[in-house]
């Protein structure tokens, strides 16, 4: 198929193999990458020395081309040296791992789902105690009352879905406040289940007349749900019904026959599986492969006013999440988030979500270690995506200052404070590729893309 | 010959209790389908008892009087904020209730008086009280929860607003009916207007109000379960909401009994209050 690739594509790549040329194709390559951060990411010195240079390189380096550039010229030993004698890379991360938090005390507000999960696993396995901070990880009913709760400062930071943010800090649909995404907390590891009385049903262009929840108007997976059937020729608004359902809920409307099926998070996916109600259609990473889902959100005072209780928060996520993204640490996670003070749900449940070995309703088990994954980085990209499907489907009107509240919710906050403070940044924009259902999608170019879609609200 | 009555309802009433179990144990024995025949074992090991061997989603009495007795064990546990024992979540529901409830008496009992005094008062605040009393309490919580800033206190504040009406329209009922004589008795002796309030229209106007109150408590009981499902943290309302959330019906078949058992203690003490207040005519 590569023959026929068009070759003035700049998203594309006509060569084979991958972008260094060690490995045989892009796949082993990121495997291979993503192997050695895992391995760094295990120490903890490492880790945040990792974090640190990411920062200082970034800093030096705005063009990852430049700094590629560079590093083959002179040699990654003799940059290292030139740049640590330049800059005091081991006292900056030393100042990143030590800073004593203003407020010790915090309240972190989570919905019961597996997209919790490092917020949730840092709490009793004392990710959280480590970095000085005695955190209460508060069980929350619905996301109308986590943001509300959030919003009132009741929770110091919260877990929200990664639209949600981005809303608030706009004002839509609620009272605009600037918002911030500090990590992603997992991405893939939503599903699509349905009623197993829709066994058959397997087409989506037969699903004309269904009933569909999904968690919240602005939610990931509302935007994927739609994006979904929207490819297959359903229109989400006229062809089927669409409705915000909290996760809790979506199992017990499915078995008493008020939906017909639910993009919606694990462990409800599971759930309805294991209590033999539903079936597990495809998962979310068969939509977008590495889309984000919930995220780690606080407001932006709490990140100006109290920059070291939030870095030792942050670490504390960093910390669960690195220990998360093992797949050999999941059974134990899945075992230490299962009680009724966290998950409250079978262990069975859990681990076939965080192992990716599941059976799948239909009789058969499964296997995909990659059903999720937990990746804290918050790609702005992510961000201009889910904005441009905001747009698409009505939720905001007028021009888009799609780059610029990217910039604000996903970014700046760490680039400005934490920077100066102690060197942690996310990766800068534009190495993420981002696919969704085998079309590419250009951050820089967010109206096109809008426009490019036959069903759309504007 | 016949036993006294209430011994005989009371037998009647365990009659009935016991064909309810009966019937409810044999409908979950035979609920749920059948135990799905050669599924790969490995499979089976990934799914719940339900599909594995057809056991109804249903728990059965023995089911509930298992977990009942658990929690009656232990009622105070407190293993984190989201996980705490029986005893504690009623305990924080009620404090609310109590705490809301107690506001709701010292504005709508004073205010009620005032307004049974004063034909224009009376009058005037009509309109308001019968627009905000069919007001769903629950239908003040966003907006409380954008005002106020603290969900606990809104909480509070639902189970105040919902309370206040009936003991506020009682209240103003009770004092407007008393009788004119009594009153007029009373301002002949040349008794004070505080007096005469407090000496012979309270006393007359009791039973009334006691009356509203016993209405607004059982009010403000079946309020503050369901703000607590939507407010979550603590409280009976939350324990339902946790186990719904792990569809566990068991725990919320506890839950609703103990929900029942505390509202009706409510209710007995408010006519326990009401029947010492009542005077014969």
């Known amino acids: 198929m590569s023959l026929f690739k068009n070759a003035f594509d700049a998203t594309r790549r006509i060569v084979r193999g991958c972008t260094c040329g060690q490995h045989d194709s892009q796949d082993a390559h990121e495997r291979a990458l993503r192997a050695e951060s895992v391995e760094a990411a295990q120490h903890e010195e490492t880790r945040y020395g990792r974090i640190v240079e990411n920062a200082v390189m970034r800093a030096l380096f705005p063009r990852d081309a430049q700094r590629r550039l560079f590093l083959q010229q002179v040699g990654a030993s003799t940059a290292m040296a030139a740049i640590s004698s330049l800059l005091p890379i081991a006292a900056a991360t030393e100042a990143f791992a030590q800073a004593v938090p203003e407020k010790k005390d915090l309240k972190v507000g989570f919905i019961p789902i597996t997209c919790a999960t490092p917020i949730i696993m840092a709490h009793p396995m004392g990710f959280y105690s480590k970095h000085g901070l005695n955190v209460e990880v508060i069980k929350t009913a619905g996301w109308a009352v986590i943001r509300d709760k959030t919003l009132n400062k009741e929770y110091d930071a919260a877990h929200m879905l990664s639209p949600m943010p981005l809303a608030i800090t706009m004002g839509v649909g609620s009272t605009a406040t600037p918002y911030t995404i500090p990590a992603i907390e997992n991405i893939n590891g939503q599903a699509i289940t349905l009623s197993v009385k829709h066994k058959d049903k397997r087409d989506p262009k037969s699903w004309k007349g269904f009933k569909f929840a999904v968690p919240f108007d602005y939610s990931m997976h509302n935007y994927l749900l739609r994006y979904y059937l929207a490819e297959h020729g359903i229109d989400p608004d006229t062809d089927v019904q669409i409705r915000a359902v909290p996760p809790p809920e979506m199992v017990a409307n499915l078995r008493a026959d008020n939906i017909d099926g639910f993009l919606g998070p694990d462990p409800m996916n599971q759930r309805a599986v294991f209590d033999g109600v539903g079936f597990i259609h495809i998962l979310s990473k068969q939509i977008w492969d590495g889309h984000p889902c919930c995220a780690f959100a606080a407001s932006r005072e709490f990140v100006t006013q109290t920059p070291n209780s939030y870095a030792a928060l942050l670490k504390g996520i960093i910390d669960a999440t690195a220990f998360a993204s093992n797949p050999d640490n999941r059974k134990q996670i899945a075992e230490a988030i299962a009680p009724a003070n966290y998950i409250n749900q079978p262990v069975t449940v859990l681990e076939q979500i965080l192992t990716g070995t599941y059976a799948d309703g239909l009789g058969s088990v499964q296997r995909d270690p990659k059903r999720i994954d937990f990746d804290p980085f918050p790609w702005d990209g992510f961000a201009v995506w889910i904005l441009t499907q905001m747009k698409r489907w009505g939720q905001i009107k007028g021009d888009v200052d799609y780059a610029g509240i990217a910039k604000q919710v996903f970014l700046e906050t760490d680039t400005t404070k934490l920077m100066k403070e102690a060197g942690l940044t996310p990766p800068t924009p534009g190495s993420k590729t981002i696919v969704v259902m085998g079309k590419s999608f250009d951050a820089s170019k967010p109206e096109d893309y809008v426009k490019s879609f036959a069903i759309k609200r504007t | ?281």
């Open chain 2, 1 to 281: 010959m016949t036993l006294p009555l209430n011994i005989r309802a009371f037998v009647l009433s365990l009659a009935i209790f016991a064909v309810f179990l009966m019937a409810w144990h044999v409908a979950t024995q035979s609920g749920g389908g059948a135990p799905a025949a050669n599924i790969d074992p490995e499979y089976a090991k990934l799914m719940g008892q339900q599909v594995t061997q057809g056991k109804s989603a249903m728990p059965g009495p023995l089911d509930v009087g298992k977990t009942i007795w658990g929690h009656l064990k232990d009622p105070f546990y407190d293993k984190g904020p989201n996980d705490k024992g029986l005893g504690i979540q009623l305990a924080y529901s009620l404090g609310r209730v109590l705490l809301g409830y107690a506001l709701a008496v010292l504005v709508a009992v004073p205010l009620g008086f005032l307004i049974g005094l004063s034909p224009l008062i009376s009058k005037a605040l009509d309109p308001f009280i019968q627009v905000l009393k069919p007001i769903s309490p629950l239908a003040w919580m966003p907006l409380a929860l954008y005002t106020i800033k603290d969900s606990s206190i809104s909480a509070i504040f639902v189970i105040f607003i919902c309370s206040v009406w009936p003991m506020l329209l009682n209240t103003s009922f009770g004092v407007s009916a008393v009788r004119r004589e009594w009153v007029n008795v009373a301002r002949t002796l040349e008794v004070g207007p505080m007096k005469r309030a407090l000496t012979v229209i309270l006393p007359a106007a009791a039973p009334t109000i006691l009356t509203g109150m016993r209405i607004s408590i059982g009010i403000a009981w079946l309020v503050i379960v369901a703000a607590e499902m939507l407010v979550g943290g603590t409280g009976i309302g939350y324990f339902v909401w946790n186990e719904w959330n792990n569809l566990s019906i068991t725990n919320v078949i506890v839950a609703i009994t103990v929900i029942g058992l505390m509202g009706m203690i409510l209710d007995q003490t408010l006519a326990r209050l009401q029947r010492a207040v009542t005077y014969p005519d």
